[in-house]
């Protein structure tokens, strides 16, 4: 898994800013790929980040979005995070 070269520029997990946070989580960097960035266990920046209050939540999305009678092939759920 490749390491994205801004994240490469942080020094430590106190760097992030709430709205860091966020925009992190945004583009779709997962704990692990931030974890290897800093040099320190998922576990540690999944804590920092649920301390930040940065939480995924599944939201429901009608894909078709009226283009077909809603059913269960048209729904899809997706993980996102935000700020809570």
Not at 20 to 36: E, H, L, M, T
Not at 45 to 69: H, I, N, Q, W, Y
Request: net charge positive; glycine share 4%.
């Amino acid at each position: 898994m490749s390491v994205s070269p801004w994240l490469k520029t942080l020094k430590s997990l106190d760097e992030l800013s709430v709205n860091d946070w966020s925009n992190v989580k945004r583009r779709g960097f997962a704990d692990v790929q931030i974890s290897r960035a800093l040099n320190c266990t998922e576990d540690e920046v999944r804590a920092a980040r649920l301390a930040a209050g940065v939480k995924p939540s599944m939201k429901r999305v009608d894909t078709c979005a009226a283009e077909f009678e809603a059913g269960a092939y048209t729904v899809e759920l997706n993980l996102s995070h935000f700020r809570q």
